[in-house]
Every structure is written in C-alpha cells, then in structure tokens.
C-alpha cells in the first residue's frame, strides 16, 4: 500500500509486526518537550524489549528507516514529520536486585518514576537529575548531567558514574549486556551517538544516603531549575541548544550578541537563559532552526565561536 506524499510499502512491516499495533500517520509534536514535529508515517508503542527486537529486526530487513524516541526532551522533529517507523521507547519495570541496586526498563522516566523509587529507599545517585525530563534510554544516550549539590556545585555529576551495566540490542542485532567502558561515555557524549545500538535495560548502583541529605539536594535541583530554566507547561523547549562551550558558555555568548529575548514567528531565544529556545505557541521547526542559524551567524561573526547543536534534529525539515 503506498502512503500519503510518499510511495514507501509498510505492508510487509504490519504483517510482521503481526499483533503489535502499529499507528499510521502520528503526529509526533506531543511526543516531544518542544512540542514541535510534524507526522510519523509509522508509529510503535513498544514495552517490551521483544517488541523492539522485532521491530528493528523487521525495519533493518525491509529497509525501512527507523528512529527510537524516549521523551523527545533532547530532540527537535521536523515539520515535515518522519519518513518511516518511530519506535516510542516505553518499556516499563523497575525492581531493586538488592539494597543498592535497581534495574529499570530503558522507558521508564527517570525523573518522575525512577528517581521516587530510588529515593524513597533512601538511594542517592539518580537524585541529582531531579527535574530533568529523560527516560532511562535517553539518559544513557546523552550521559545525562547536572551539577553537584550547592553550596559548592564543585563539579558535574555523570549518570555514567551510578551504571553498572546494561542491556543492549546491538546495531548487529546481537542481545548483549554490557559495562560502562563499553559506552565510552563524554561530555553530552555516549557511544549510541555513533552506534546504532538500542538500550533495553540499565542497572545501576546507588549509595545509602540520609533522607535529609537527598531531599535537600532535590529541593536546591528543583529551585535552581526554577529561576533558570522554563517551565514546560508554559514554555516548551529542549533544554539547551547549543553544546558547553567549556569556560564561556555558550548562552553568555548569545546573550552579549543582545540576542537574548529576540522572537522569530512563535520561537523565542529565551528571555531568561539565552542557550534555550522556547515554544511560544504553534513555533515550527523551521523557525526554531532560523533562531539557531541567527545566533550561530551573529556569535561567529562578532565574536569568533562557533556554536555547535546539542540537540538532535529528526526527520525532514
Ligand atoms: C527543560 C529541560 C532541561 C534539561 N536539562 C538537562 C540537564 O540539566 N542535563 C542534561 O544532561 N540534559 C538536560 N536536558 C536534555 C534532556 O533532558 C536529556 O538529554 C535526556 O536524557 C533526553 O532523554 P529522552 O528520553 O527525552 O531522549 P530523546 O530526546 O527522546 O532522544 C534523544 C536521543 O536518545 C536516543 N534514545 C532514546 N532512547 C534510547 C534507547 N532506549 N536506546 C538508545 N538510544 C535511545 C534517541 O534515539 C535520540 O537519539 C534538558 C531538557 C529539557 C527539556
């Protein structure tokens, strides 16, 4: 069967695919923290990890492109949408192996459900990203990162550094568990950003911390989030657009371009963090890559830096 504007055959990726519902023609804008992005061709709820195997052994032998999403909170889509099947990560399961450690599906959020559960056994190590919207998978992907606790904010805290291990279905297909060197984990860096590898699985281990010291470093997370970065409901956003420039920041830098605040259609460079573009309402893609071109342009040009994306760009612009 051909599908709308496109002469790409999914029969053969339904058959397959058997019992599994598959949803055609899904807008993937609620699916992301932008809030932005325009229809899937093909969409796949998956919440098992049988799901995804089947799913990406179909897709590689049919040669039918295929994206995994988590939470869409470090992604911008494309108003043109994706050609080809998303496979929405949403394996759920979170059990404790033991006093320290917990193993959760690569679905499950982290800052609403894997965080409560840690700390509500008294677990430190996950606590630092309270209020950072990830799933396990998307964690993994970026090696998610905030600072450590004040006053000091010493230094950057790594999910890296609470892994222990994980379950992944290689790009040859292969169920594989691996440790955390096999991520070769950076800065906004894991080896996923060059492998086509799928995580299924996680453990990590945690540290016995005092409630009063997890719920202080929560609610200083929580407020430092506050006064810097947007609230969601009211201003859709991907967190910060362009990559640390180490020593500088690269949302200073557009700021003394007096780009800070500046709107183009319905996106606007933030009004209170210049390193973040934010949804004003009915913003497209292509006006939030026309931002990022102008504050690419202007910091080059009167400053001499180059800003390089952090986030992903998805599908067809
Ligand atoms: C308001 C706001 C604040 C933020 N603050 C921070 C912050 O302080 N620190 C920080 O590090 N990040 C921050 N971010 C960015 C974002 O939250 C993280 O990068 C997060 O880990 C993305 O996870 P996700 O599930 O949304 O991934 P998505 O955006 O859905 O996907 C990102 C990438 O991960 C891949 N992926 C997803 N699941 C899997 C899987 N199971 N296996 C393999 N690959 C997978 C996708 O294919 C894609 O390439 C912020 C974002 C927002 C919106």
Not at 32 to 38: H, L, N, V, W
Not at 218 to 247: M, Q, T, V
Not at 279 to 285: K, Q, Y
Not at 310 to 315: N, P
Request: proline residues 4%; glycine residues 10%.
């Amino acid at each position: 069967m051909a599908d709308h504007g496109n002469d790409r055959d999914y029969t053969g990726l339904e058959n397959r695919l058997g019992a599994v519902r598959i949803e055609r023609d899904v807008m993937l804008a609620p699916m992301t923290t932008f809030r932005i992005g325009g229809p899937a061709d093909r969409l796949l709820r998956a919440r098992t990890a049988e799901q995804v195997v089947a799913a990406v052994s179909a897709c590689r032998e049919l040669d039918i492109p295929f994206f995994v999403l988590g939470r869409g909170a470090n992604i911008l889509v494309g108003d043109r949408g994706f050609r080809g099947l998303i496979i929405r990560c949403e394996i759920g399961g979170i059990a404790f192996a033991d006093d320290v450690r917990v193993v959760a599906g690569s679905g499950v959020d982290t800052y609403h459900d894997l965080i409560d559960a840690t700390v509500a056994r008294g677990l430190g190590g996950l606590h630092h990203y309270v209020g950072i919207p990830s799933t396990v998978g998307g964690a993994l992907w970026q090696n998610l990162h905030f600072l450590s606790p004040p006053p000091e904010r010493a230094r950057t805290c790594f999910i890296a550094e609470v892994l222990e291990s994980a379950v992944v279905l290689t790009e040859e297909g292969e169920l594989s568990t691996v440790d955390p060197a096999y991520f070769r984990f950076g800065y906004d860096y894991s080896i996923l950003h060059d492998r086509r590898d799928i995580v299924l699985e996680a453990t990590f281990r945690l540290e016995p911390m005092p409630a009063e010291d997890l719920r202080y470093t929560i609610r200083e997370n929580l407020r430092w989030r506050d006064d810097r970065h947007p609230d969601l409901w009211l201003y859709p956003c991907a967190g910060s657009i362009f990559k640390k420039i180490e020593g500088i920041g690269a949302g200073r830098l557009i700021d003394e371009c007096g780009l800070k605040g500046h709107v183009l259609g319905n996106a606007q460079i933030f009004h209170r963090h210049a390193n973040i573009i934010v949804n004003l309402g009915g913003a497209t893609a292509a006006e939030v890559r026309s931002l990022m071109d102008l504050a690419q342009r202007t910091v080059a040009t009167k400053l001499g830096y180059v800003l390089e994306p952090e986030i992903l760009m998805v599908g067809e612009f």
